[in-house]
């Protein structure tokens, strides 16, 4: 084990060399920005980064695993008894440098700074969100010793603070729940639809109703009448306002009313009205915004968008299982100050449906 400096003349150039010489079992332990007195007034040379060769490959990765996360209160009492080196792998420092547009100041003076960033980008968060979890978190000042065990801490529960969550079946008040599941197309709606109505059914003995209203998709109404008569639920198919209203009158005595809807592309307006229009039978009628965790964020940005004209009420994220970048998750939260009711994970009918919790959020982004 060994301890070596590198300069260069960008931080970049810097970690190559380390990994060319050292491989990627070293692990970066500082990274600094060469003062003249520093650096004898050579210009080709002006970052200097420590990496320590060793092959413990342990870093930061520990101090953001979900066992060091609870549900309330603060999310940092496990993690900061880790007693973790402050330093980052070859893999996450290349990670970062290949995101970022820019060279944050807290970047050359602080490490462990550094090893969070990096992290957070990893997760798919954007940068710019970053950036602001660095600020709140505090790691943008200059910290004392004892304090760089507090960072993953502090980290968590400043992206914990805008995590919103919600209960969308909560029957303390004994009414009846109507849920309509809106989004585009490909995001799972109907197996979404598919797993809560079984869970609900044959779980938690509540009487559900089954409602499709998409006439555009080539066996959409067959697939959900399926999976109802698989389960003994009953079922009703409605393509416009009068038919909802009718099959809505025919549920009155369910406890639950699970509404699927076409997927469809969010800039087709005409679609999108006829919808608000089927809705508008019952102002019971709460929407669910379903997305895919792989799909890219500016996209979900202006699916959003669009969509906002039925006034969704929660987040359904699925597709967990097909992406390591969930950190989307965060963005699309703190976006538009929506709230997370269910993550999906599987394809499995009724098991891969998670109600959402801000600890299960985290981990499944950490």
Do not use: W
């Amino acid at each position: 084990m060994s301890v070596k400096k590198y300069r260069a003349k960008s931080i970049q150039d810097a970690v190559a060399m380390i990994k060319e010489e050292c491989g990627s079992e070293a692990m970066i332990l500082s990274t600094k920005k060469l003062s003249y007195a520093d650096n004898n007034y050579s210009s080709d040379k002006m970052f200097e980064v420590a990496a320590l060769v060793t092959n413990d490959t342990e870093n930061i990765d520990k101090q953001f695993s979900g066992n060091s996360l609870k549900d309330s209160g603060s999310y940092d009492n496990d993690l900061k008894n880790d007693k973790q080196k402050p330093s980052i792998s070859i893999e996450d420092m290349l990670s970062f440098l290949n995101q970022t547009n820019a060279l944050p100041d807290i970047i050359t003076s602080n490490s462990q700074s550094f090893t969070i960033y990096a992290r957070l980008l990893k997760s798919g968060i954007s940068e710019s969100l970053v950036n602001y979890f660095i600020k709140q978190s505090s790691l943008h000042g200059k910290l004392k010793r004892d304090d760089i065990k507090e960072i993953p801490g502090r980290v968590i529960n400043t992206i914990a603070d805008i995590i919103k969550v919600k209960n969308l079946f909560d029957f303390n008040g004994g009414k009846k729940k109507i849920a309509a599941f809106i989004g585009p197309t490909g995001v799972g709606k109907t197996t979404t639809i598919a797993k809560l109505a079984a869970g609900l059914s044959l779980k938690e003995n509540k009487r559900v109703g089954l409602i499709c209203v998409d006439n555009y998709r080539i066996g959409a109404v067959e697939q959900l009448k399926t999976y109802a008569a698989i389960m003994g639920i009953s079922f009703l198919a409605a393509f416009s306002k009068e038919d909802m209203a009718y099959a809505l009158g025919k549920f009155e005595k369910k406890d639950v009313v699970l509404i699927d809807t076409a997927g469809q592309s969010p800039f087709d307006k005409k679609k999108m009205e006829e919808l608000q229009d089927i809705f508008s039978a019952d102002d019971q009628i709460c929407c669910h915004m379903v997305l895919s965790v792989n799909t890219d964020r500016l996209d979900l940005r202006d699916i959003m968008d669009e969509f906002s004209i039925l006034n969704p009420e929660t987040y359904i994220f699925t597709k967990l299982d097909e992406t390591i970048r969930r950190g989307v998750i965060i963005d699309q939260i703190a976006d538009y100050n929506i709230p997370v009711s269910f993550l999906t994970n599987g394809q499995g009918v009724p098991d891969d449906i998670i109600k959402a919790t801000k600890k299960r959020i985290l981990k499944f982004i950490f």
